[in-house]
């Protein structure tokens, strides 16, 4: 029965955005509601989902959506990002730029978390396409792949972090497998299946998407400082993520790199940089500079709202225990502990649409399988992690945040978005059976 709601949920929701045509915020929260009271949930329970999924998706998001898409729009107008493009294109050239975002994926999603990465390299990609005259999701795709499945798969970010934890994994070894596994899934889920992309229209908001202005400066800035400017708070988040490999616990040397390696901090003082670099350095004044940051404040508010909204239908289906009846219908299943792990967070994803609690309530489940020493650890949290990335959809944040960014419709971002996670997920299960098969 919980799985009959879900579905129906689904349904609901697909047909107020599409059909109704409703605002996607309300779509959302009345999808909430209606799926909460099905599953028996109070309206006191239901207001509470509610408020925590708000909470907790916005907790950070806010923040860093606002420095983002400061920082990207500061870049853009003051040539830096243009600068990086023409750079790109020129050592690169036009046809492999996205290989380059291939690239820059992977190496920055590394210490990056995913939504960070999106919001800082997906002005990037914008300004790529503008310059070049390249469809938006042909170089994007690559990029995003990348991005996700380094967090998926790979420590030190948390969700395969405390996977690994959680089935006493070496981290290292971890890593070493994973990036073998990640590479053929970033291939065929990134460029290969880009290049189906081509003819999708999308329709980014100005304020991530501006036209070039040439009539403010006299000549592009320079590419160091440019490329400096924009992997500022990608370097001071690295610090703070790798740290504590250098400095001992409880030194004032950690404390300061992990405050600074805050994504938060970090983009923030990235954005005050801009300000200098771009705009005080170039003859512009804060004052005048003050339109640039209202402007791009405004333009990622209702983005904002739709992921809220999203996070709430998350957190209803999360508290109505869909989770647990999943993980009780699927316990008894005889299959490759491997494929098992993969298929419980694969479907837990499915309903829930939270790759964390996906990964850990099959890990979980899987402890006892992994305890037994019937599989290899390391190559269970990369199945696990694998599986968690499966069939983005309607109930996850990232599905709305790419929808809202690329300005593409739900049927597009079905085909382009949620293919490619499917993509990379089974890819990605693929490579660790591969990897076991030749007895690691």
Request: hydrophobic share 55%.
């Amino acid at each position: 029965m919980p799985l009959i709601i879900v579905i129906l949920g689904v349904a609901l929701l697909l047909l107020l955005v599409t059909v109704v045509r409703l605002n996607t915020i309300f779509s959302l929260l009345i999808t909430s509601v209606a799926v909460g009271f099905a599953m028996n949930m109070s309206a006191v329970d239901i207001l509470k989902s509610v408020e925590t999924g708000v909470s907790s998706t916005m907790g950070q998001l806010a923040l860093l959506l606002a420095f983002g898409s400061l920082l990207g729009k500061l870049m853009a107008e003051g040539g830096a990002a243009e600068k990086i493009t023409t750079v790109l294109t020129a050592v690169f050239g036009r046809k492999n730029l996205p290989w380059a975002m291939v690239l820059t994926g992977f190496l920055v999603g590394i210490p990056l978390f995913y939504n960070v990465g999106f919001i800082v390299l997906v002005p990037f990609v914008f300004m790529v396409c503008a310059s070049n005259k390249m469809p938006l999701l042909y170089v994007a795709i690559p990029l995003l792949a990348a991005l996700s499945v380094t967090h998926g798969y790979l420590p030190p970010h948390p969700g395969a972090t405390a996977i690994a934890v959680t089935y006493n994994a070496d981290i290292g070894l971890t890593m070493a497998y994973g990036i073998v596994v990640a590479i053929p899934a970033i291939i065929i889920g990134g460029p290969l299946f880009g290049r189906m992309l081509k003819h999708i229209p999308t329709n980014p908001p100005t304020e991530f998407f501006p036209e070039q202005n040439n009539a403010d400066r006299k000549e592009l800035p320079g590419f160091a400082i440019s490329i400096f400017t924009g992997l500022f708070p990608i370097v001071l988040i690295a610090f703070g993520s790798f740290s504590h490999l250098i400095f001992p616990a409880g030194s004032s040397w950690l404390t300061a790199l992990r405050f600074l390696g805050d994504p938060v901090v970090a983009l923030m003082i990235a954005s005050l940089m801009a300000m200098y670099t771009m705009g005080i350095r170039q003859g512009k004044s804060l004052r005048d500079q003050s339109a640039s940051v209202e402007e791009a404040i405004r333009g990622i508010m209702m983005i904002l709202f739709i992921i809220a909204a999203s996070g709430a239908f998350k957190q209803i289906l999360v508290d109505s225990g869909v989770a647990n009846y999943i993980a009780d219908l699927t316990a008894d299943l005889s299959l490759s502990p491997l494929v098992l792990a993969w298929l419980i967070a694969g479907i837990i994803r499915l309903v829930i649409g939270s790759a964390s609690v996906a990964g850990l309530t099959a890990a979980g489940i899987m402890l006892p399988i992994v305890q037994a020493g019937d599989v290899t650890p390391e190559l269970m949290v990369l199945a696990t992690g694998a599986g968690s990335l499966m069939f983005s959809h309607v109930n996850d944040p990232g599905f709305w945040m790419f929808k809202s960014y690329f300005g593409v419709s739900m049927k597009d971002t079905f085909r382009s978005w949620t293919v490619m996670e499917t993509l990379v997920s089974v890819i990605g299960l693929i490579g660790v059976l591969i990897l076991h098969w030749l007895g690691h």
